[in-house]
T-cell receptor, first 114, second 118 residues
Framework: NAGVTQTPKFRVLKTGQSMTLLCAQD?????MYWYRQDPGMGLRLIHY???????AKGEVPDGYNVSRLKKQNFLLGLESAAPSQTSVYFC?????????????FGSGTRLTVV | AQKVTQAQTEISVVEKEDVTLDCVYE???????LFWYKQPPSGELVFLIR??????QNEISGRYSWNFQKSTSSFNFTITASQVVDSAVYFC???????????????FGKGMKLTVNP
């Protein structure tokens, strides 16, 4: 019962480098979300997806891109990392068929941009 | 847009004290859900409770209790006889309907760090 798996768990990037964070879920959930957590700011939604092939912007989308080519995977890309993107990133998924939604969170990716 | 306010940013108590974490929300939806999550020092998010807008009954689970009052748009969380293991950051969250296919997403408060000292 893996649930939501985030890869990698830790990463240090240099300013200007690019990387992709992978979120994988094995629960056949329709909805997937990327949040970032910063001290004193709570969790803020970056992008989300309501199904394979769809994505939408959240509260803080600038500097990030996402893709949902397969239902089970939701990728978050940083094309040119900036120190302001130093954060802890959480992925979550939710079951469309359940009301209320049962949100399942990954364990987080700690990203440092130097 | 929906909003969740956790006015307290940090609280420190001594073990066995009771502590209440405040949560005030804003929404125009008539149907919505409220959540509390715990984030211990290890960093993962632990689901504590989900309450829908039509159920104003207070809930108790062991040392935890929740007081939902629609009249004041509040969903407060009380820990009775706090323990060191309760030390964590606690988040209140509200579900919000999105414009994408009727889906929902969570809007989080900024969190409240609770430290329970022995």
């Amino acid at each position: 019962n893996a649930g939501v798996t985030q890869t990698p768990k830790f990463r240090v990037l240099k300013t200007g480098q690019s990387m992709t964070l992978l979120c994988a879920q094995d629960m056949n959930h329709e909805y997937m979300y990327w949040y970032r957590q910063d001290p004193g700011m709570g969790l803020r939604l970056i992008h989300y997806s309501v199904g394979e092939g769809t994505t939408a912007k959240g509260e803080v989308p600038d500097g990030y891109n996402v893709s949902r080519l397969k239902k089970q995977n939701f990728l978050l890309g940083l094309e040119s990392a900036a120190p302001s993107q130093t954060s802890v990133y959480f992925c979550a998924s939710a079951d469309r068929g359940r009301v209320p939604y049962g949100y399942t969170f990954g364990s987080g990716t700690r990203l440092t941009v130097v | 847009a929906q909003k969740v306010t956790q006015a307290q940013t940090e609280i420190s108590v001594v073990e066995k004290e009771d502590v209440t974490l405040d949560c005030v929300y804003e929404t125009r939806d008539t149907t919505y859900y409220l959540f509390w999550y715990k984030q211990p020092p290890s960093g993962e998010l632990v689901f504590l409770i989900r309450r829908n807008s039509f159920d104003e009954q207070n809930e108790i689970s062991g040392r935890y209790s929740w007081n939902f009052q629609k009249s004041t748009s509040s969903f407060n969380f009380t820990i009775t006889a706090s323990q060191v293991v309760d030390s964590a950051v606690y988040f209140c969250a509200l579900s919000e309907v999105t414009t994408q296919g009727g889906s929902e997403k969570l809007v989080f408060g900024k969190g409240m760090k609770l430290t329970v000292n022995p």
